[in-house]
């Protein structure tokens, strides 16, 4: 993204998680608050972004924009994947800037990044052990560069697991200080799946077909004020709380917890509950506008690219209908098979028509 939300640090034993201090600037009750909340959260398109924020107040509040950052500063010690002695502050960082790719290296040199990797690691196990499912389908950007689509497979990286879970941390600390003080949150809940017993045993090194059976497992997401279960995750509660430049709840989140250390008053269940309701009815509309941009882009890439030939997975079969999952541009797709296959056989297929007005693409196997 081109703002950036947070940055994570390490002092002594204790792990510090730092959040842009969007909520100095954008006050609970104000006429920008109020605009947040009708946008609910950045619109990333392969062609654009359409702001949440003010673009000038984003980029203002995205931490590394100058010498010194304005942040909130979330502090905490983990041992044997407990957390206590939970501090949070306003504060004043200064931030370091690295890609991905810098981070992974660093992490054979630099201690405290290597430290931070090992608790990231074993914080993962400890969410895997409680019954945590990640789904490792594959997820490509989309994006559209001198009137050409470009599409490139997101690659995981040493680096990237330790962000993404250091993030997830972050929504577990939250959520316990939150639960701690009664502070109303939009926390973000999730039952148990049903998932086959085949699934839970190999949750960790699913085959294709098994991630597609066990992604229509879960059960549907909820934001409430009321702390519970997140069991996607493994965590007995979670707020997600590290992005406020770009989603309004996680915005709205760190406007309690700055008003709850500064002794002002706080928003209660029922108002946060109002305000997840507005949330709920936008983000509908966000993200079909989000899957449908993408769909177009899909196919204008394709048009593009008229001899494009692509590797398919088969993961369900339904008589001579096979469902195919295609890796490199993240789609799946109904296909009809000529000859007997099974599950996880690859096919090599083409796009033999494309209807762009409807984002309808025909494959066929070669």
Known sequence: SSEVDDAISLYGERVWIHIADVASQVDIESEIDAYAQK????LYLPDQTIHMLPPNLSSMCSLGESEKSSALSIGFRMIDCQISDIKIFQSEIKVVKMSYEEADQALKEDQALSKLKSLAKSHKAFRNNNGAIRLDLPNVDVKL??????????TESESRQLVAEMMVIAGRVVAQYATENNISM???????GSFSEEIMQNK???TATQ????ARCFKQSKITPKASLHAGLGLSCYVRVTSPIRRYLDLLAQQQLVRFINNQKTLDDAQIKQRITKVNAVITRVNKATRESIEHFKCLFLKQNSKWRGKGIIVDLNGNKATVLIPE????VQIKLK?????????????????????????KPL
Do not use: G, H, W, Y
């Open 39 to 42: 946008r609910a959260s950045n």
């Open 145 to 154: 560069k001198n009137n050409k689509v470009d599409i490139k497979v997101q």
């Open 186 to 192: 939009p926390f973000l809940t999730q039952e148990v």
């Open 204 to 206: 960790e090194n699913l």
């Open 211 to 214: 991630a597609f059976q066990a």
């Open 329 to 332: 541009i993240a789609m799946v």
């Open 339 to 363: 000859s007997k296959a099974q599950l996880e056989d690859e096919i090599e297929l083409k796009a033999a028509s494309i209807n762009l007005e409807n984002r309808l693409i025909d494959f």
